[in-house]
């Protein structure tokens, strides 16, 4: 079947006061799809969004919405449904009368709203408090309830914008499973603005990642994190280890890297060619590091360390091991016997050559 695309950014881009701050922006979303905007601040994520709301024009480009040119359409002819960080409730109405208000501008009979609202106050998981005010809520209610008072017109795209940046670290959480369970129940094409890595990879079917109004990729969560098309975006989407050196051995499709401390790495198939004697940045992510009191056969990378520093962080421990000349980020689970071990304490570090990732120097 034929993919649907419900909305398409061409070539978009927008100044401010010569300020390039979204720059050459395509994008084709389907429907149904959930999409991220991920990247640090300022990366024009807010402006695009807000773009494809209508709040802004672009200065060059093209933006389709279910394959209708909208540039320069207001955003009260877009359908669209919209919510803000902050909650941005009207405190003098009741949680059924702000959820009601979109409904009322479209004339919708009394009894239709009321079903309407009540529908959506079900939906997330807030069936009681229709009576009650902005204020006799608590923030992950509030923003709760914008999201109904968003879905309540049944619009044909949703538009988040750092939706759960308010909330403290649990409910942030618990919202952004209620975000994935009401976008997989109601299936609304999506776009979710947010600078939080791991939001992005549990929502998304694809993300884009931002850097200073450019598209650095656009790929899947898997994608993003397994097949990076920058140094930006895979430092950004999580902690890593990098090293600097230089190929010294190639072998069909394994590379081996001698770095600048002189560890060797052997490394498995890359996305990327490579010749000997090239410079390379080399990148091996905490949590693919093994930690073992004793050589551990198995590894075709390993180096003996030291331990420097052990922080317990709860559900795993970060540590920092002096090995080869560098100092490797490790993260280990607390069933592991490495997480129990005391700074100064000698352990070997381990990984696998899959688990290696190398980028050439030159394109930093
Ligand atoms: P954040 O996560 O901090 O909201 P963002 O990625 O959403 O960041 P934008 O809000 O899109 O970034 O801003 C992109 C750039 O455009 C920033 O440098 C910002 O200062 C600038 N900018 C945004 N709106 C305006 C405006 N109305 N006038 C001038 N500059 C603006």
Not at 45 to 57: E, P, Q, R, V
Not at 290 to 310: H, S
Request: glycine share 8%; charged share 25%.
């Amino acid at each position: 079947m034929a993919k649907v695309i419900d909305v398409e950014l061409r070539g978009i881009m927008k100044t401010f006061q010569n300020n390039v701050v979204v720059q050459d922006f395509n994008l084709q979303v389907e429907q149904g799809e959930f999409i991220s905007f991920l990247g640090p601040s300022g990366c024009g994520k807010t402006t695009t969004l807000n773009m494809i709301a209508g709040f802004l024009d672009p200065d060059g480009g093209d933006l389709l919405i279910k394959g209708q040119r909208m540039n320069g359409v207001p955003p009260y002819k877009r359908e669209l449904g919209m919510v803000f960080q902050t909650y941005s409730l009207f405190p003098h109405m009741t949680v059924a009368e702000n959820i009601a208000y979109g409904l009322k501008l479209r004339k919708v009979s009394k009894t239709e709203m009321q079903e309407r609202v009540k529908r959506v106050l079900d939906l997330v998981k807030l069936p009681n408090v229709a009576d009650r005010y902005p204020k006799q809520l608590s923030g992950g209610q509030r923003q709760r309830i914008a999201i109904a008072r968003a879905l309540v017109i049944e619009p044909s795209l949703l538009l988040l914008d750092e939706p759960l940046s308010n909330l403290d670290a649990k409910l942030r959480e618990e919202l952004r499973d209620e975000l994935k369970r009401l976008h997989q129940e109601i299936g609304v094409t999506t776009i979710f603005v947010t600078h939080d890595q791991e939001e992005a990879l549990s929502l998304s079917d694809r993300i884009v990642v931002l850097n200073h109004g450019f598209v650095e990729q656009i790929g899947t969560p898997l994608e993003i994190y397994n097949q990076p098309a920058s140094e930006f975006v895979h430092t950004f989407i999580g902690k890593t280890n990098r090293m600097e050196g230089e190929i010294v051995g190639l072998e069909g499709d394994r590379l081996t890297i001698r770095t600048t401390e002189g560890m060797i790495i052997h490394a498995g198939k890359q996305q990327r060619p490579f010749a000997l004697g090239q410079k390379a940045i080399v990148f091996v992510r905490p949590e693919k590091i093994v930690l073992t009191d004793i050589a551990a056969g198995d590894y075709i990378n390993q180096v003996e360390g030291r331990l420097q520093l052990a922080s317990f962080l709860g559900s795993y421990t970060e540590c920092e091991v002096r090995a080869g000349g560098h100092t490797l980020a490790v993260k280990v689970q607390m069933s592991d016997k490495a997480a129990q071990r005391e700074p100064g304490a000698s352990l070997f570090c381990s990984w696998n050559a899959e688990d290696v990732l190398v980028m050439p120097a030159e394109r930093g």
